[in-house]
């Protein structure tokens, strides 16, 4: 597996990550615990470096997973996890934002017992939280970094003025936020900004949420405890309509004998060298397969050709439903 540098930072990780969020949470029932530190170890032994968790995943029991998965292996590997939800304590997301100083310290602490590590590799505001100025968060972290405890500050779906407020502060190593052929809004205002700042790029959802794939149709039934369920992109209609992407991304894949997965995968990986996506997966076969995508060549023509196909393509249906879409871009 070829490595990548996040930007400045120098934070060095696999050009292909994994999320680990849908072994616990979010894309229906959670894996059996062994199940999940298979995966998890399945994808060290391939030469995966890079693990995204989050404390609100499950919530705690990502973190928990995703610890002993990577115990034996720590000193190999960079851990990305990410505070700045309220959770209350039954354990329960209450849906609120918790960016207070005092709450980072906490958090750090509770995921570093949760991790089995004395250091968190990359830190990550989840969502930017407008109680709490940015200058304060970053500061936090900053404290964080220099006892220790914290090697590199992240934010996650940041819009442009606050990566710039934060980075002023302390130098931000990576923004996490959606990008695919499926959403390609962060080529507008934050790649050019990543890019002058030295920023790492770390796409979520690089398969659109699984809809790249082309396993996802109109009839697809997802489980009820699947956040697709409620996003409007989702919906059998605009599933229906947007299946001309799918199809355009399946017809380059047939000329290259590949996979769309790997299409996607390798798009993104073409467009910037600092941009290391996090493709998630409960399945074994599926992590092969984007791995996979690290070692399929796009060349200049070929991305012209899929950039022309695609732009004619109008995705329907908003990324999120109306009450966490006003959470992002701030």
Not at 178 to 200: A, D, K, N, V
Not at 201 to 216: A, E, M, N, Q
């Amino acid at each position: 597996m070829q490595k990548r540098k996040l930007g400045k930072s120098n934070l060095e990780v696999s050009a292909i990550g994994l999320g680990c969020m849908g072994l616990s949470f979010g894309l229906g029932p959670a894996v059996e615990k062994q199940h999940g530190i298979d995966l998890i170890r399945a994808a060290v032994d391939r030469g995966v470096t890079f693990f995204d968790t989050a404390e609100v995943y499950g919530p705690w029991t990502n973190e928990e997973l995703v610890g002993e998965a990577l115990a034996p292996v720590r000193d190999k590997v960079v851990i990305a996890t990410k505070f700045g939800w309220k959770i209350d304590d039954e354990g329960k997301n209450t849906g609120a934002l918790d960016s207070r100083p005092e709450r980072i310290k906490r958090v750090a602490d509770a995921s570093l017992k949760r991790l089995k590590t004395d250091v968190i590799d990359l830190f990550y505001q989840h969502r930017v939280d407008p109680e709490v100025p940015i200058e304060d968060v970053a500061g936090a972290v900053k404290e964080l970094i220099q006892a220790g405890k914290v090697k590199h500050f992240g934010l996650s779906e940041a819009g442009v003025k606050t990566i710039r407020r934060a980075h002023a502060v302390q130098p931000v190593a990576a923004l996490q936020s959606e990008y695919s052929l499926f959403w390609r809004e962060p080529e507008q205002e934050i790649l050019p900004t990543l890019e002058e700042l030295g920023i790492g790029f770390v796409p979520f959802s690089p398969l659109g949420k699984g809809f790249l794939t082309g396993t996802i149709n109109e009839d697809t039934q997802f489980d009820k405890s699947d956040f697709r369920n409620i996003v409007p992109r989702f919906t059998p209609e605009n599933r229906k309509a947007n299946q001309t992407l799918v199809d355009v991304v399946g017809k380059f894949a047939k000329q290259k004998g590949v996979t769309p997965a790997r299409i996607a995968l390798a798009w993104i990986l073409a467009q910037k060298p600092w941009i290391v996506p996090i493709p998630g997966t409960t399945k074994l076969h599926r992590l092969e397969e984007n791995i996979g995508a690290a070692a399929v060549e796009l060349t200049p023509d070929d991305l012209q050709a899929i950039d022309s196909a695609t732009s004619q393509v109008k995705v329907e249906g908003a990324r999120y439903p109306e009450h966490l879409e006003k959470m992002v871009g701030r």
